[in-house]
């Protein structure tokens, strides 16, 4: 019965067709390596570079299927492993993604860690080091990882919080796989393909992101994505004026205030 | 001719053929007739109207009728100025124009109306000068972000008579009132910002000096012929900005500047370019009154970039010198110029220089790599701290003593300085009542926000959601369903979010460069903040900061950890006052010392200066500084605090990440909006 549902799981999670990602320095590469070494892998890098999108495409290329769980301040250990409810009076067990995840073998990629609870590193310290195991302490049970299991975490630097800060004994367990923006060529061949834009098009979205980047630090806590480089090349190939897209995908996205969006608008209008 | 005709010529379009003076006449007689005598006819009016556009015609007529039905006599003498007005103010001046009179004329009769309306000249010119003109003041705030999101760094902005930048400086107009629109002055400001940023970032000033001219006639001719080779370059990467420069370039260029501007147009044409197309204009070519035409001054801007390379040059050599002496305990050959281009392995600072030196010169001179010994920090100030030193001796009683990090010896220099702590004198219980007067708005919107932070650490019984069973809720429903009852929903244990276990000190700058403005915003900050944090409960100190040279460090004890915020805490808030100089080592070695005995989970120290660390002696001022503070705040987060700086920072800031950390620190640039941002921060920091 468990045997035939996991089936069922795995093929709802797994990707059927190729999730578009363009390589840029052999992280594809290191990824595999990784995974065929049986080491869990940190992704380090911004919001909006593609990270999630990274994991996904190596989901498909291992052909193995994908448990995304994206954290957040009130996720705890037992979210991830599972817990028991009660019904017509008898209390059930349900696995958590994770529990789910090392039963099918699948990659499991906590986006942004460093949003959850605290204890919940505590459940993935034996699952990230050699001992690949996931203790069931309600359960009393011991899960071992099937050698196709790989655990992914992801973390954004730059957030300035003292207590998002990752720990270095949850850390020191990963490979470390440091993300950035791409470089502008590579950039705006993503916006392109991703958004159906022109290229010329996409080469001043590029434009107008790098000049956002250079406001980091003043003014704005991260520059324009390129996700939000994408949106906005989506609202254009539908046919809204650029200025108005980047207004919409690309100011107001990024500040609140009102001197930094009248500043944000006037590099817009000078890039468009 | 005045620049706003030009916007109104611009903006028509005429597609209609005008009427001729016969059917105006007809038209205005029609409107105004009940005013028009034998000695007062339409022809006049009807003939000046005739010259005119069709659309300014069909304007005339429609606000001739609106006027008429009001009064014939205003609407007369409004058909006779209103052509003028137009070219005076563009359509929606001389519309704003005409209504200020028909309130008038509303209000206070005929006489008076028709007087407003006759005085144009001082209706244009207020409106100028109030509704439409734009100062610095008002827009430096956007131009600096745009500038910055241009160039990658922030440039430095002035109000100054003209346009014109020194290269490290852009000066803008004070006000600029050309046009009737807000959008097309401010229009004017950006394009000519962005044409002194291209100035500097496309090499106007790439020449020796005496290649430049000297007749401010020809020095005009060449600032118009580097707009135009400027032009090129920004038609490629900014369209939309380019477009904005190109519908402010009226009146149309003359004919004898077309040969010069097909050449400039070649890619990888040079400021020698517009020089030797300069000497080709005919001598009877004047530049054309372009609005965002600022001038150019080669002398200045080469006497400021020398200065600045020169000190770089000597930065350079001494950062060679050191790394070179590093390489050598490594048993590395000495840097060569090999080693810098591959560039990877030198050090952050030489990475930095040689870029500073590259934009400027375009090349590595020689001479620059040489390592050279110490000498990057003036001499003269070393003196004056020797002196200092020497006449604070005697004061050295019962003062805490803290190592100091010297970075050219990479060791610690032992006992180097001596700290005090001092109480700050109570100050005007006033200032802090009109600053809970002023921010009370932004006080309610932050005790809401940081409610929303406080934490709660309980286990929740009987929760319809939850980790875990409650046990007890669980036998109970079982007693109820063998009772006939029901078994209810609730049987979880939920725990609710931890308890913020954190204390945080602030460590504020009270060094002499905060003296004014800085400090009234600091203090307002701080009144803020508590107001914030009385909210939430966490544990806090605030402590200032100041010194003269290493024997006189003092900490200024404003709230201790185990004070209430109170009348005296006020007070003494109020008291804070801009003292000497910023050393900020000894102060955080101390201010961490004092957190580290705190017990809480999350130690954080947050730092507010508005700069360098800066002291008269040791040459503290500078690299030193920078080092000392940076090893300071290594020292802290060794200690398990977090530690976090927050800097009011006017000048391009490149040796923070390198100071601070790259993600610990944050600038605010303006200043006037510390007292909102410094809560909110800390409210960021720990949520």
Known sequence: ?272 | MSSSARYSEASLGAAEAPLGAAELERRLEELVGAVLSSRRSATGLARGLAEQTRPLQDFVLRWTAVTAKSSPELAYQYAGLAARAVGELGYAGAERWLMTAIDVYDREGLYRASAELKDLAAFVGRAREGAWGVSFGKVAGVLGIFLAGLAGRRLQLAPADSAWTDTATLFLPHRITLFASRAENFRVYKVSAALLWAQTRFGTFALASAQYPQAPHELELLNLLETLRLAVRIEHDLPGLYRDLEALSRPALGAEFRAARERLRAPGATVADSLAALGRLPASARAPDWPFLGTLDPARALAVRQERVARDKQALRAALQRWSDERGEEGLPPPDGESLEGGAAAPEEVKRLVESLLQDLGDLPEDCLLPAGEGAYPARAQQAGAAADGADDREDGGALRYDEWDHRRGHYRKDWCALRERDVHAGDPAFVEAALERYRPQIRQLRRSFEALRGEDRRLRGEPYGEDVDLDALVRGHAELAAGGELGERLFVRRARHERDMVALFMVDMSGSTKGWINDCERHALVLLCEALEVLGDRYAIYGFSGLTRKRCEVYRVKRFDEPYDHAVRERIAGIQALDYTRMGAAIRHLSGILARQPARTRLLLTLSDGKPDDFSDGYRGEYGIEDTRQALIEARRAGIHPFCITIDREASDYLPHMYGAANYTVVADVARLPTRLAELYRRLTR
């Open chain 1, 1 to 272: 019965m468990a045997g035939i549902e996991l089936a069922a799981d795995a093929a709802a999670l797994r990707l059927e067709r190729e999730p578009y990602y363009c390589p840029l320095h052999g992280e594809v590469e290191l990824f595999e390596a990784a995974w065929r070494n049986r080491v869990p892998v940190l992704l380090k890098g911004p919001t909006g570079c593609g990270k999630t999108r990274f994991v996904e495409h190596m989901a498909w290329r291992l052909g193995r299927p994908l448990v995304t769980v994206s954290c957040h301040d009130d996720l705890t250990a037992s979210d991830l492993a599972g817990r028991y409810l009660v019904t017509a009076g008898e209390t059930v067990w349900v696995d958590g993604p994770m529990t789910r995840a090392v039963r099918l073998g699948a990659i499991l990629y906590l986006d942004e860690i460093v949003e959850a609870r605290k204890d919940t590193t505590v459940v993935i310290h034996p699952l990230a080091d050699d001992r690949r195991a996931l203790f069931l302490e309600k359960r009393g049970e011991v899960l071992h990882a099937p050698p196709e299991f790989m655990l992914a975490i992801s973390y954004n630097p730059g957030y300035q919080s003292v207590l998002k800060e990752l720990k270095q004994s949850t850390r020191q367990r990963f490979v470390a796989i440091d993300f950035d923006y791409p470089v502008a060529e590579a950039e705006a061949a993503i916006v392109a393909r991703e958004s159906g834009v022109d290229a010329a098009t996409a080469q001043a979205l590029v434009r107008l992101a790098h000049m956002t980047r250079n406001l980091k630090g003043s003014g704005l806590d991260e520059g324009a994505s390129t996700r939000l480089l994408v949106h906005a090349g989506k609202l254009i190939a539908q046919g809204v004026a650029p200025r108005t897209a980047c207004e919409a995908a690309v100011a107001l996205a990024l500040s609140d205030e009102r001197e930094m969006l009248a500043a944000l608008n006037e590099l817009v209008s000078s890039v468009f």
